[in-house]
């Protein structure tokens, strides 16, 4: 069974049509006054709140001051040295408008660490702006020491609301956990070496038989969550092959070691480009002969994807073939990567969406989907009381038979209000990460800073401020509007985000079947053998010729003639200047025409790059990119030359600024960029009216002649 990349980068209005079309059930009045009712009980209940609740409430991300603690928490737990601390903290404390929340928070605490707040902004304003040095260096001794502790204490108290446990054996004995359904998650980000890889597996291997242990002790049923870049540092489609054979066969160990103990397993849900690898591993795992029969074993799927529906798809299939499976289903957590990720690689679109409502009517109609699928177990993660009231509404008399789940720290005052609400609501279970402070702090913070936008359900829904109404209405009419008024994004697409010129084109190299495709592709450059010689308008005579060996595999690749550099030194000065004489427009043309012509068809300077320059398919891919960007960027540039400018002087003197071509002149590259740096150069020369000598590399010099042929 095979997972398909198509619909990776479908247009966001089609989607949108065809999501509109499946979302009539939301028009269903009980949803909205269930919605409101779940609101207005957690507002009226302020003694359940957690401290995170209340902290988010009043220092959110949809203020300045909100962003400036996540920033703090991001980044101060990380950082070794004092002195970087203390100009982290400085920048963020004494940028921010601390004095505008004071005594507005509920907490008392809150309200203290406001009034803490404010008085180091003002005690860092004061040290640093006084004119006395004695009093700056005092200041600095007695101060900035005091307000780095105090402020990392902060942290700490902030991260354990947001850690579970920094050691899972912490919790074998906590009275807490008998009462909670879990999923412990040793969170962290993707293994950077071997040694990370390793450590991770360790980690994962000892938690899982510590979950089984506290299950069976105490008749429980939690469950660990499994991050399969942290148990390979090559977790990509460009390493199938390793992935398949270094991470399939550890992934394996893990579940059958869980299947063995009887803990439940979830795969996480990592970037969209590791979607498909993921989805190709776990149909392995699914079908493996000692796993297919265990009825524990699922995985995350992230609603901002436009291929969730895909995967459900996927997974229906999967289920027909083996025991129950059990979906997590959860908004997304990378968004900001995402987004960025699709821009810097140029791609044909993006892989999530980026109108945040179309992800909440995906998550809707793909949990419609979930419930109605036979043999898959539904978990839905959220803390948006709308979401839970529609998918109550949908679940009806299977409610029992729905689970949902919260973060650890958060969301247990909704998740009270929703048992008063809803009849037969079953208990949610808790998303646990556990592991130390240092390191995972940064990790949740950097999630909620990617996803905490102004308009985020979990920092309005305490607000009194804000009419319940404006949270829970039905989020397909606000996208049918934004169709009608063709506002539904206002992203441009990854190759239009330069308003003055076109990004280059980049090829998805994260999908498998591309990957197999292009390798396959390739292979059919390996019957050619180049000829090159030196390309002028004038008859040039050859010295010498060499044969060019592949750097892969040995093969003869080419037949090099060299000239001699005296006779192209001398032949050039007999080269016409008609170039001179050109139009900027017409330069700029030649150049944008060589992109368009090597954007169209890159093959062969892939296969010349990892053959004649030993490069990876990645770093070939990229460099091609890079040719292509210079070519269109000092073809953008060059309208600034167009035109004269006058310059100020003396009276009765008129001083104009223009610029000419220098006439000749000589490109020379290197080895180790040989498309990208040798067409820069020569872009940047002849588009400014000069007559150009191009001297490539003699170890590239094929890459260099079929480059120089575009022109």
């Not at 949108?16 to 209940?45: M, P």
């Not at 003002?122 to 004695?134: D, E, G, P, V």
């Not at 396959?520 to 010729?545: G, M, P, T, Y």
Request: proline fraction near 3%; hydrophobic fraction near 40%; aromatic fraction near 8%.
């Amino acid at each position: 069974m095979s997972f398909s990349s198509k619909g990776k980068f479908q247009n966001e209005n089609e989607i949108a049509k065809i999501l509109l079309s499946k979302s009539s059930f939301l028009q269903n009045s009980a949803i909205t006054q269930n919605t409101e009712s779940l609101i207005q009980l957690c507002r009226n209940n302020t003694k359940q709140r957690t401290k995170l609740d209340v902290f988010m409430k009043e220092y959110g991300l949809s203020n300045a001051e909100g962003i400036a603690l996540m920033c703090l928490a991001e980044s101060l737990m990380r950082i070794p040295d004092n002195a970087t601390r203390d100009s982290l903290i400085n920048e963020k404390l004494t940028s921010a408008s601390w004095s505008e929340h004071l005594g507005r928070a509920e907490s008392f605490l809150v309200n203290s660490a406001t009034w803490g707040l404010e008085f180091s902004k003002k005690f860092l304003q004061a040290s640093s702006s006084s004119s006395n040095f004695w009093l700056i260096s005092l200041s600095k001794k007695i101060g900035e020491a005091s307000i780095r502790e105090a402020v990392k204490i902060a942290m700490q108290i902030l991260s354990k609301e947001f850690v579970c446990a920094q050691d899972i054996n912490e919790l074998e004995n906590s009275s807490w956990l008998k009462s909670h359904r879990c999923s412990f998650d040793m969170l962290g980000e993707a293994s950077r070496n071997q040694f990370q890889s390793d450590a991770y597996f360790e980690s994962y291997f000892e938690a899982i038989n510590s979950i089984g242990h506290i299950n069976s002790t105490h008749n429980l049923s939690n469950g660990i969550s499994i991050k399969l870049s942290a148990l390979y540092s090559k977790y990509d489609a460009l390493h199938l092959r390793e992935v398949k054979g270094f991470l399939l066969p550890k992934v394996r160990d893990l579940v059958i070691e869980a299947a063995s103990q009887d803990v439940p397993v979830t795969i996480d849900a990592e970037e969209q480009d590791r979607l498909s690898l993921s989805i190709s591993i776990i149909t392995e795992l699914a079908l493996d002969p000692l796993i297919k029969d265990w009825p524990k074993l699922g995985l995350a799927v992230q609603a901002y994807g436009k291929r969730s529906p895909q995967v459900i798809e996927h997974l229906a299939q999967l289920v027909q073939q083996r025991e129950t499976m059990h979906v997590r289903l959860v908004k997304g957590a990378y968004w900001d990567h995402e987004i960025k990720n699709a821009q810097v690689k140029g791609l044909n679109g993006y892989p999530v969406f980026t109108n945040k409502k179309l992800t909440d009517i995906n998550y809707l109609v793909t949990a419609k989907q979930l419930i109605e699928t036979p043999n898959l177990e539904a978990s839905f993660a959220t803390h948006n009381a709308h979401t839970i009231s529609a998918i109550a509404s949908l679940a009806q008399d299977k409610m029992e038979q729905v689970e949902f789940q919260r973060l650890y720290g958060m969301g247990e005052v909704l998740y009270s209000a929703c048992e008063e609400v809803f009849d037969n609501f079953s208990q949610s279970s808790i998303y646990c990460p556990i592991g130390k402070h240092k390191e995972l702090l940064p990790y949740l913070v950097r999630r909620l800073l990617e996803n905490g936008a102004n308009s985020s359900f979990v920092n309005q829904y305490l607000s009194n401020e804000i009419p319940a109404s404006d949270l829970s209405f039905n989020p397909a009419a606000a996208i049918q509007d934004q169709l009608d008024h063709k506002k539904l994004s206002n992203l441009p697409l990854p190759t239009d985000i330069y308003l003055s010129r076109q990004n280059s084109h980049g090829l998805d190299l994260s999908e498998p079947e591309f990957c197999e495709s292009l390798t396959h592709d390739l292979i059919a450059f390996n019957k050619d053998r180049i000829q090159a010689s030196a390309l002028s308008s004038l008859k040039v005579n050859s010295l010498e010729e060499k044969d060019i060996l592949s750097k892969c595999n040995q093969s003869n690749i080419g037949l090099v003639h060299f000239s001699d550099p005296a006779e192209i030194v001398n032949l050039s000065f007999q080269i016409s200047s008609e170039w001179m004489s050109t139009s900027l427009e017409h330069r700029a043309l030649v150049l944008n025409a060589v992109a368009n012509s090597i954007e169209a068809d890159p093959l062969q300077f892939i296969y010349l790059l990892m053959h004649e320059a030993g490069k990876t398919i990645q770093d070939a891919h990229d460099e091609i990119r890079e040719a292509v960007d210079f070519l269109r960027y000092y073809a953008q540039q060059s309208a600034s030359l167009n035109s004269q400018s006058s310059q100020l002087g003396p009276t009765g003197e008129d001083n104009i600024l223009e610029y000419s071509p220098k006439g000749l002149v000589a490109c020379i590259s290197p080895w180790n960029f040989p498309l990208a740096i040798t067409l820069g150069q020569i872009a940047a020369a002849l588009v400014t009216g000069n007559t150009v000598i191009a001297k490539a590399s003699e170890e590239t010099s094929l890459i260099a002649f079929k480059a120089i042929s575009l022109f």
